[in-house]
């Protein structure tokens, strides 16, 4: 049986990617973040070994022991977390200090790199759950009206710049103006703030980067991101097709049209 190591963050997608990797026949060795991982992954995996979100040498040293060469990031870390609540063990300091640059696809890829300097290949984070990126098409029951197109034709061309610097994957339009881009508080923060600053009736456009690394960082929708839409009055959802994961589809779309909610993949 093939052996795969999974490192664990917050949210659905480490439970369907411990799921799916082991219908396909992998033993999944996990190691998870104290402060952020599900504890339902205990389930769902063969092995599970918990860790502070700074302590990089025994989540390396985990792998190796299990003569592990091949894992897969899914899940983020609190972006917050990062700065506020963070204790670097010593490995994990010399990778800060010389990644002067912080924002995620710079920290990842330095990450990425010191697994990849201990023979561990990061393999694309969407391994094994191919069947859960859509494509292109509106997915609801609803399709998105003149306005919301034009509002998600606007949206894409501005998140895709954002993305392209690092800032956030995810912007909130009315009536073709920005009211919210994604910044270190995250998605569902970003749609909260742009609902109430628009009073409702808003499109949210979330991409990925122009250049994305396929290995971690993708944009990821589910039910959770579907509650966060109907309490901002959302009224239209614009997501990548091939370039992001919808977890629990059945279950989205259901919500969604039972909101009046658009979800269209561009």
Not at 148 to 155: C, L, P
Not at 180 to 189: R, W
Not at 252 to 266: E, K
Request: net charge neutral; with cysteine; charged share 25%.
């Amino acid at each position: 049986m093939t052996q795969i190591g999974l490192i664990a963050g917050s949210g659905r997608f480490p439970l369907y990617f411990a799921e799916y990797a082991r219908k396909s026949g992998n033993r999944v060795v996990a190691v998870a973040v104290r402060e952020e991982t599900s504890s339902q992954l205990e389930s769902l995996v063969d092995e599970i070994h918990w860790f502070h979100v700074g302590e990089l040498q025994g989540m390396i040293d985990t792998f190796l022991k299990r003569q592990i060469d091949k894992i897969v990031m899914a899940g983020k870390i609190t972006k917050t977390r990062m700065f506020n609540h963070l204790k670097p063990d010593e490995r994990l300091t010399k990778v800060l200090l010389k990644t002067p640059v912080r924002n995620d696809d710079a920290l990842l890829k330095a990450l990425a790199g010191e697994f990849i300097s201990e023979g561990i290949h990061v393999c694309d984070s969407t391994t094994f759950l191919s069947s859960l990126l859509p494509t292109k098409g509106t997915i609801t029951t609803r399709s998105p009206s003149e306005e919301e197109w034009r509002d998600i034709k606007y949206g894409h061309e501005i998140a895709k710049q954002i993305a392209g610097m690092d800032i956030g994957q995810t912007v909130v339009v009315k009536n073709c103006a920005i009211l919210a881009v994604e910044a270190i508080e995250g998605t569902d923060e970003a749609i909260l703030r742009g609902g109430k600053l628009g009073n409702g009736q808003v499109t949210v456009v979330k991409v990925a980067r122009p250049q994305q690394d396929m290995r971690f960082d993708l944009p990821v929708i589910g039910l959770d991101t579907i509650d966060t839409l109907v309490r901002a009055k959302a009224r239209c959802l614009a997501i990548e097709e091939h370039k992001t994961l919808l977890l629990d589809r059945e279950e989205v779309i259901s919500r969604a049209d039972s909101n009046g909610l658009s979800i269209v993949v561009i």
